[in-house]
């Protein structure tokens, strides 16, 4: 089964800078990669996500890349905000698919 | 309208009792997950549902763990003899298809076994 990795598990940066989050997974066939934000107590949302059919896709202040050769995706958000502050957790999956995969999460801080 | 809805929000149980968690998913959705988030850790799959198919069960971690979904909509996850071990937050989220389509998770149920 599919198998992704999420580094790092913590990540803090100063307001206003950026943040990277990457992650791998295993199986080639996944073609489907979104990213989740769970502010503290509070239930994940979806906040970007990318087919495999492109290589970055951005809405705002966020954007991801897909590298299909590597199998890695990435999270990055620029100009950082405090509440940007939160875990961030990517997922893969294949088209028909019945469940995602997620990483073990990143919990950004951001210092004002 | 309204999103997905779970109860209780927090289950305090003593080990060996049964418990049942409920979900209500957003009206429309034939997709039904449960995860299960222990503290400082990432989504762990445990069953989906889809429409009237059978479910996929493949993520329960034991037989003690069980799921029904009456009508196609709400949905009971049921521990029974709880051990420690399955003190976590479960969550449920529900979609308007398989994986790739984005899921709306509900606000969970903390449980903790003492």
């Known amino acids: ?112 | 309208g309204a999103g997905v809805s779970q109860s209780p929000s927090n289950k305090v149980t003593e080990k060996g009792k049964d418990v049942e968690l409920r979900c209500d998913p957003i009206s429309g959705h034939t997709a039904l997950y449960w995860y299960r988030q222990s503290l400082g850790q990432g989504l762990e799959f445990l069953i989906y549902f889809q429409g009237n198919s059978a479910p996929d069960k493949s993520g329960l971690p034991s037989d003690r763990f069980s799921a029904e979904r009456t009508g196609g909509s709400v949905s009971t996850l049921t521990i029974q003899r709880t051990q420690q071990e399955d003190s976590a937050v479960y969550l449920c989220a529900s979609s308007l298809g398989r994986a790739t389509y984005e899921q709306y998770f509900g606000p969970g149920t903390r449980l903790t076994v003492t």
């Open chain 1, 1 to 112: 089964g599919e198998n992704v990795e999420q580094h790092p598990s913590t990540l803090s940066v100063q307001e206003g800078d950026s943040a990277v989050i990457k992650c791998t997974y295993s199986d080639s066939a996944s073609n489907y990669f979104p990213w989740y934000k769970q502010e503290l107590g509070k239930r994940p949302q979806l906040i970007i996500d990318i087919r495999s059919n492109v290589g970055e896709k951005k809405d705002q202040r966020i954007a991801v890349t897909l590298n299909k050769t590597a199998k890695h995706f990435s999270l990055h958000i620029t100009e950082t905000q405090p509440e940007d502050s939160a875990v961030y957790f990517c997922a893969a999956s294949v088209t028909g698919a019945n469940n995602l995969f997620f990483g073990t999460g990143t919990r950004l801080t951001v210092i004002p």
